[in-house]
């Protein structure tokens, strides 16, 4: 259980930021257990009510009033609240219809909403938990700062309802959505990929012998895979003297009894040591942003692909996805790939590891939209201008002849279905692009 508790401390934190269960359970009865405990310390020492001023609560002999006003507000935030979660269902419809049902997430992840909730609820339980230390009988008591606390939080609630509703106003907007899956697919990148390309001195081509045979070890669970913690495989590989390749990466799909990765040396397997290596996979029912590029690339994809559909007709829309899409490929290209053989001590593999490669990514990103845009010279110019962009950036020789490889596509698919002048604007553009793979020279003009 210690050696796995990294690994559930991450998915916990991974929680805690996407989802509506964690952080305004946490807010509510955070803010709950103060009305609890302010009402009874205010009981308990009346010098607490001696410091909030006579003008906020004048009538500090009456408890009826403070009854009436912790009554007050908690009925009226419950009603605020159902207005919040009405607005908030009606958001994720529109945004699952409009735009993709893979973004849900990137709405439950909002910590606005989030905050939202979680405060309005916890002045609920606030008022709730304070309303029983406001009484007539047998002593009167009116708990003048607790009050006091719950009209401060009425007040923080009404101005967090406005901020909300402007909120929520601009996070149905597309570019909006684009933009923060973009930013938030970049910052994996930078998890995963820490280290400029060419700053770090990589062991790919590293040797090693090949097992006659190895063995595999089957997935207890079906789900996609969210995390691997390659440190912890490593630890296990070292400690055992055994070699694992891993034969599923990040944001694949794993069935149960299938295999999911495999061994060196099968006598040294044991049903505990089973379990510690799968305890270094976390899998779910659904891809998540841990360590998954390619599903941060596959969400705006979906938007573009769906703007530029015969119902929607929006190209503009799928620009903007272009735009964000070669946002995150240049940020790729400027990065080391992740390493894919791990040694310890240096030289001896003891663990292979798949990641998406930029070409997969390539693929995510473009050729489906390269497919449905032939008939749109605006996006497919837009699409030409990527390459362009990502070929400027990009130091191999190879890499930019493949982009001008996916050029003359672009230019060959559009050729077929627009007209003459349409044709002439692509090869126009992509005209640089097929400089810059012929002549490394241009690359910075």
């Given at each position: 259980?210690?050696?796995?508790?990294?690994?559930?401390?991450?998915?916990?934190?991974?929680?805690?930021?996407?989802?509506?269960?964690?952080?305004?359970?946490?807010?509510?009865?955070?803010?709950?257990?103060?009305?609890m405990i302010?009402?009874?310390?205010?009981?308990?020492?009346?010098?607490?009510?001696?410091?909030?001023?006579?003008?906020?609560?004048?009538?500090?002999?009456?408890?009826?009033?403070?009854?009436?006003?912790?009554?007050?507000?908690?009925?009226?935030?419950?009603?605020?609240?159902?207005?919040?979660?009405?607005?908030?269902?009606?958001?994720?419809?529109?945004?699952?219809?409009?735009?993709?049902?893979?973004?849900?997430?990137?709405?439950?992840?909002?910590?606005?909403?989030?905050?939202?909730?979680?405060?309005?609820?916890?002045?609920f339980?606030?008022?709730?938990?304070?309303l029983?230390?406001?009484?007539?009988l047998?002593?009167?008591f009116?708990?003048?700062?607790?009050?006091?606390?719950?009209?401060?939080?009425?007040?923080?609630?009404v101005?967090?309802?406005?901020?909300f509703?402007h909120?929520?106003?601009?996070?149905?907007?597309?570019?909006?959505?684009?933009?923060?899956?973009?930013?938030?697919?970049?910052?994996?990148?930078?998890?995963i990929?820490?280290?400029?390309?060419?700053?770090?001195?990589?062991?790919?081509?590293?040797?090693f012998?090949?097992?006659?045979?190895?063995f595999?070890?089957?997935?207890?669970?079906?789900?996609?895979?969210?995390?691997?913690?390659?440190?912890?495989?490593?630890?296990?590989a070292?400690?055992?003297?055994?070699?694992?390749?891993?034969?599923?990466?990040?944001?694949h799909?794993?069935?149960?009894?299938?295999?999911?990765?495999?061994?060196?040396?099968?006598?040294?397997?044991?049903a505990?040591?089973?379990r510690?290596?799968?305890?270094?996979?976390?899998?779910?029912?659904?891809r998540?942003?841990?360590?998954?590029?390619?599903?941060?690339?596959?969400?705006?994809?979906?938007?573009?692909?769906?703007?530029?559909?015969?119902?929607?007709n929006?190209?503009s829309?799928?620009?903007?996805?272009?735009?964000?899409l070669t946002r995150?490929?240049?940020?790729?290209a400027?990065?080391?790939?992740?390493?894919?053989?791990?040694?310890?001590?240096?030289?001896?593999?003891?663990?292979?590891l798949?990641?998406?490669d930029f070409?997969?990514?390539?693929?995510?990103?473009?050729?489906?939209?390269r497919?449905?845009?032939?008939?749109?010279?605006?996006?497919?110019?837009?699409?030409?201008?990527?390459?362009n962009?990502?070929?400027?950036?990009?130091?191999?020789?190879r890499?930019?002849?493949?982009?001008?490889?996916?050029?003359?596509?672009?230019?060959?698919?559009?050729?077929?279905?627009?007209?003459?002048?349409?044709?002439?604007?692509?090869k126009?553009?992509q005209?640089?692009?097929?400089?810059?793979?012929?002549?490394?020279?241009?690359?910075?003009?």
């Open positions: 259980m210690k050696t796995r508790l990294p690994i559930l401390v991450r998915n916990w934190m991974y929680a805690l930021r996407g989802g509506f269960l964690v952080r305004p359970l946490l807010i509510s009865l955070t803010l709950g257990l103060a009305g302010l009402s009874s310390a205010e009981e308990s020492f009346p010098v607490v009510s001696a410091w909030v001023p006579e003008t906020l609560f004048p009538s500090r002999a009456d408890p009826q009033i403070a009854q009436v006003m912790l009554a007050t507000i908690a009925g009226s935030i419950m009603t605020v609240v159902s207005i919040v979660f009405a607005i908030l269902l009606m958001t994720l419809t529109l945004a699952s219809m409009q735009f993709s049902p893979r973004i849900l997430v990137n709405f439950v992840r909002d910590r606005v909403t989030q905050w939202t909730l979680g405060v309005f609820l916890g002045t339980l606030y008022c709730m938990a304070a029983p230390a406001a009484r007539s047998p002593h009167p009116a708990p003048v700062a607790t009050v006091t606390g719950a009209l401060l939080l009425a007040l923080a609630s101005m967090g309802l406005i901020y509703i909120h929520i106003s601009r996070a149905v907007s597309v570019n909006h959505i684009v933009d923060r899956i973009a930013r938030e697919t970049e910052g994996v990148i930078d998890e990929m820490p280290h400029k390309r060419g700053l770090v001195s990589r062991r790919e081509d590293m040797a012998e090949p097992e006659a045979t190895e595999p070890v089957l997935t207890d669970q079906s789900g996609y895979i969210c995390f691997i913690d390659s440190a912890r495989l490593l630890k296990l070292k400690a055992h003297k055994l070699r694992i390749r891993v034969l599923r990466p990040v944001g799909f794993a069935p149960e009894g299938l295999p999911l990765f495999t061994v060196s040396r099968k006598s040294r397997l044991t505990e040591l089973n510690e290596f799968r305890s270094a996979f976390v899998i779910g029912p659904m998540t942003m841990q360590q998954d590029v390619e599903f941060g690339v596959l969400q705006i994809v979906d938007i573009a692909l769906k703007a530029i559909s015969p119902a929607v929006d190209p829309t799928a620009i903007n996805c272009i735009d964000q995150i490929l240049i940020r790729w400027g990065r080391a790939p992740p390493a894919t053989l791990l040694s310890d001590p240096p030289y001896v593999v003891r663990v292979i798949p990641w998406i070409h997969h990514l390539l693929d995510t990103a473009f050729e489906q939209i497919h449905y845009s032939v008939n749109d010279v605006a996006v497919s110019l837009r699409l030409l201008r990527a390459l962009d990502l070929a400027a950036t990009i130091d191999d020789e890499m930019r002849e493949k982009l001008a490889l996916r050029g003359r596509r672009i230019v060959a698919n559009c050729a077929t279905r627009l007209d003459p002048g349409d044709v002439k604007r692509l126009d553009r005209a640089p692009l097929e400089a810059t793979a012929q002549n490394p020279a241009l690359r910075s003009a």
